[in-house]
């Protein structure tokens, strides 16, 4: 099983390199661009069928180490 | 004063802090490995700058997971003192053993220089030994060092005097929500700041700002 | 098996000739595996063919030399048994294809080359040349280069300390990246690279091997094409994380017997660095490539000996000392494995799932590789004087070259540097040698590097001497005895007689300085086929110089210091303006011939002014270069945030007085009670000295000429870099 | 409109972060881990109807400024 985890910040937190990007695009002449969020996705495999349990094995990986919850939150996304 | 200092992979000042200890304690630190369990019988501990685990994933997060952190933690909660610099403050609140997050600098680069600080409180045992008030100069060397935490926490950090280092006005080099620098825990035993007081030890690098904060801790603690 | 075609043999590199002569030294045409093989050993990059025949001209001895070239990098003696150890390397090409990862990479061997040898890396210094700054790449490549030497030697802690930048169109399309590392060690735990005996373990330690880099050693040797970017090589990422892990655990086994040998995997990884141990230790090896550490699935043998994975090493053992090395590298979570054995067959044996895949005698890996005395021919040293309008306003001119791109501050840089960590930075970024104190004792190293490009194109030969000098002369001002070079050589295509006749002069300029001086070479680097659709880059021999400072209490920087002090100029100042950065800045104009070194004369003054300064009455100096005089004078001044008022040379016309460059000269400031006296000294040793002012106020102030505030002229020179960089794209992360 | 663009590392180009995660996950007990790869997750609010364009204009700002196209590849998802 594959899992996706994307781990962004909560709405409100300032996202400094978000906004960079946003600049640089308008700087580039991309006029068309509005707010530019930028946030992490991480790739893992698993040796686990299940699931259900590969999620809550996921969902336990986020919050001890993945995502720094004060600021973060994650979407998990199975596949296989 | 018995002082150790943890040593993550990667690291890198721990011989620096080890060095100015040794120079204001008269003892060499006793240097402890991450994977270690337990913590030696100290006074102080010190978790100091680097790129632990290369500061991959997210600044302190994965040494913050390390063995020798439980340890930190529960003696850090029964009172033993804990300094954290620059990587080591990024461990603290990764551990939740300080509030807020260390997020990437405002201008998103890497900032190498020396600062001017404030000295806000002098009621710890790191900053006995400075003025209230007194402007000093520590250098930073940090990429992720913009102190961030909502607006509660920091209301109450200001309210408890916790905020102990503030960036003095204009040389904010970080973005760090209202010039914080340094912070205390709630217990006012653990302390973790950005600028590196180790670095000023010696008169020969440009100054000697960061002795007091050493003195400090061993008046404090001997 | 893959057919060994003409085409194939070509798209190696290879001439049909080298190809003959390897068909020759084996008896037999190779296969595939051993195509590559010589094709990454008998290139530039490895095998130095096009410079070996030039390099042996250079002094590589002295008293003070404990290992000159030939090994991962130079030994020094600096006294009580420690040992200084230091090498350059350039990165251009990667750094040009990707500039983070390039730049980073770059960083990372040329560390791995001084931790090798056993010393513990202590300072990092970097030489840059960027095209144009308004070539439409420039920022981009700018930034990134910028940030990913930071992001590997901060994350390494060791601190970056200086360096020198410059733009000149001709990098247009092949910047350059030289990085240099400077290493402390004990001169009895130096660790060599002679895998001597047979029957040693050989160990693999570090990083997984991957399919990255594979021929990154012949693309340092080709010329770029601009669709070389389309082809998109695969450059190789840097993990500084586990090189700082390679470098505690490397010193860790070192602190034991049980190296015999010890090699870092740069430029064609393994194969080159297990080639280079059996030949210099006049032994053979087999070994297994089953037992490589492999992060990819199903890679060939081909790949596993080409790929230049980075963080890497390999290491030859005395028997039985595997289970040792290997709790080692396990506590620091490294991989390692043992990979082979030592033999007494003089022969490089490749196995690979049970068969031999390549069987070849090691020296026709080394000692057999092509030499060549390629064509040269010497240029003409262009020796024209430049006219230049006498009536331009001097200090408008003095802001304007302060804020120029060549000679604004490059605080911008360095602050994305980590320059103070290790706690024994005592002159931090910014002054003429870094210094770097070694670590509990009260000596110090002093650090530069030095090139002027555009003199070594007028005059490759006196350009080459003005490197070396600009470099012992900056040692100098700091208080340092200079004590080695290390040098890399970055030029245009050999192949073309006029560029190996500058590679020929710029060595021979090299040579005799270090004769001059006691200077010798100790480590260096080639980087070749530096163009960009048949246009060279400038000549560029960047030398990186270290010298000791006895003792860190009497050293001297540029800054002024004391209101009142005299100001004195020592050494002629004749107003040489050609190719002077005034010329190109206020002229327009690249032209004339370049300054002559009188080497003597530079001697004369250095050790005049190195006395005193060890004698404890001077600590205030710097040396005059790019700029000329006024410029000198006003970084004395921004650096202390104090002025001067001076006095115009009596004869001299005001322009090429205050802007040319003329060589061996050092400004310096002491008290005026002193002056007297010091000015008398110099003229009984034969040295031209003059009074030209004295320090105080707030503004340079020229006699007859005009006045500015250091604030004005602060605000230009810090101006530029933020300015020009505020329009970068994003700056690159890791 | 809003487009998500994934900017990942190539395969086969080493992935140091992923590497250090996926040890971490062990560590921390996480045993049925297999590899992980960390790449960068961009949000762009686009102010653009069409779909067409609005891909073709990402991908522009992808080859031009998101990813780094020596070593990095680019997937781009649009909604709304
Ligand atoms: N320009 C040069 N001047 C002096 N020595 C050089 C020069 N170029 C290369 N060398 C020496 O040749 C040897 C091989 O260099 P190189 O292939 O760059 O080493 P490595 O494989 O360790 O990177 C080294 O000992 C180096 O110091
Ligand atoms: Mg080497």
Redesign the pocket.
Known sequence: MKARVFVTLKNGVLDPQGKAIGHALHGLGFRAVGEVRQGKVIDIELAERDEAKARAIVKEMCEKLLANTVIEKYEIELDG | MKSAVVVFPASNCDRDAAVALEQLTGKKPAMVWHHDSELPDVDLVVLPGGFAYGDYLRCGAMAAQSPIMRDVKTKAEKGLSVLGICNGFQVLTEAGMLPGVLMRNAELKFVCRPVSLDVEETQSAFTRKYEKGQRVSFPVAHGDGNYTADEATLDRLEGEGRVVFRYAPGDNPNGSARNIAGILSRKRNVLGLMPHPERVCDAALGGTDGRPLFESLVEALS | MTEITPQLVREHGLSPAEYARIVELLGRAPNFVELGIFSVMWSE??S?KS?RAH?RR?P?RAPWVLQ???????VIDIGDGDVAVF?M?SHNHPSFIEPYQGAATGVG??M??VF?MGARPVAMMNALRFGAPEHEKMRHLVSGVVAGIGGYGNCMGVPTVGGEVNFHPSYNGNILVNAMCVGLARADRIFK?AAKGAGNPVVYIGSKTGRDGIHGATMASAEFSEDSQEKRPTVQVGDPFTEKLLLEACLELMATDAIVAI??M???GLT??SA?MASKGGSGIVLDLDRVPQREEKMTAYEMLLSESQERMLAVLKPGREAEAERIFKKWELDFAVIGTTTDTSRFVVRHEGKTVADIPVHALSEEAPVYQRPFEKRAAIAEEPAFDRTKPLIESLVKLIGSPDLCSRRWIWEQYDWSVMADTVQAPGGDAAVVRVHGTNKALAITTDVTPRYCRADPFEGAKQAVAEAWRNLTAAGARPLAI????NFGNPEKPDIMGEIASC?DG?AEVCRALDFP??????SLYNETNGEAILPT?AIGAVGLIVDVRRMATPALKRESDAIILIGETKGHLGQSLYLREIEGKENGGAPVVDLAAERRHGDFVRGLIESGKLDTVHDVSDGGLLVALTEMAMGGGMGARIARGDSADAIPFCFGEDQGRYLFALPATEADRVLREAARAGIPAILLGQTGGDRIAIAGVGEVSIDALKRAHEAWFPGYMSNAELPPTN
């Not at chain 3, 000159?68 to 130079?74: D, H, I, K, R, T």
């Not at chain 3, 290390?486 to 050589?489: E, H, I």
């Open positions: 990059h490895c130095y410079t390099l250079l590589t000159g070239p030939g090994e991962n990098a130079g090498k390397e061997g040329i791995r080359d090798t690279s090699q870092d740069g430029a064609a080159s660095s280079e290390t040098d890399n050589l060595i090299i070479v100790v480590s260096g680097n080639c021999p």
